[in-house]
T-cell receptor, first 113, second 107 residues
Framework: EAQVTQNPRYLITVTGKKLTVTCSQN?????MSWYRQDPGLGLRQIYY???????DKGDVPEGYKVSRKEKRNFPLILESPSPNQTSLYFC????????????FGSGTRLTVV | QQQVKQSPQSLIVQKGGIPIINCAYE??????FPWYQQFPGKGPALLIA?????SEKKEGRFTISFNKSAKQFSLHIMDSQPGDSATYFC??????FGAGTTVTVRA
């Protein structure tokens, strides 16, 4: 089944404790992207990647890191999480042309206390 | 830095009404104009999309109209139903999304 897999689905952590949210896709998509969703603010792009070793900042990259060492994986790293990073996070992928739309993961609900 | 600007922020219509959501884009290199639908607690899902070589596309009760000269595309929900109540997003270049429109259809 074609899908984007995010883990974990739920995470509660403490301020300053490094964490990684994983994202993996099995569709051989070139494009991958991370978003955070907060009430009333829609989907804000954190980082995106157009291919292996090619990443770029989105609208709200501060406090986040990403890497794209393999085509299928695009982890989101929070080196020192803070409470303002409490949010719902989505990973998505798309073929280069995007003709079949973006496929989203199921989301990761992160709470930083 | 948002590649697309979406309006309005929210809409309330009666059942059978036609909510219309607009999206303005900047980058003319983009050649794929999609709308996504999101229900609470779920990830967005592709609803309908259009290529710039056509001005309108219909899928069921959902219609996209595209205006290349104005750099805008719109979503119309015909004969809206309470089950259409959701948040709708347009998407643009480099996988950026609009801010979303919350549509509420009252019975």
């Amino acid at each position: 089944e074609a899908q984007v897999t995010q883990n974990p689905r739920y995470l509660i952590t403490v301020t300053g404790k490094k964490l990684t949210v994983t994202c993996s896709q099995n569709m051989n998509h070139e494009y991958m992207s991370w978003y955070r969703q907060d009430p009333g603010l829609g989907l804000r792009q954190i980082y995106y990647s157009m291919n292996v070793e090619v990443t770029d900042k989105g609208d709200v990259p501060e406090g986040y890191k990403v890497s794209r060492k393999e085509k299928r994986n695009f982890p989101l790293i929070l080196e020192s999480p803070s409470p303002n990073q409490t949010s719902l996070y989505f990973c998505a992928s798309s073929s280069r042309a995007g003709v079949h739309g973006y496929t989203f993961g199921s989301g990761t609900r992160l709470t930083v206390v | 830095q948002q590649q697309v600007k979406q309006s309005p922020q929210s809409l309330i219509v009666q059942k059978g009404g036609i909510p219309i959501i607009n999206c303005a884009y900047e980058n003319t290199a983009f050649d794929y104009f999609p709308w996504y639908q999101q229900f609470p607690g779920k990830g967005p899902a592709l609803l309908i999309a259009i290529r710039p070589d056509v001005s309108e596309k219909k899928e069921g009760r959902f219609t996209i109209s595209f205006n290349k000269s104005a750099k805008q595309f719109s979503l119309h929900i015909m004969d809206s139903q309470p089950g259409d109540s959701a948040t709708y997003f347009c998407a643009g270049y480099k996988l950026s999304f609009g801010a979303g429109t919350t549509v509420t259809v009252r019975a």
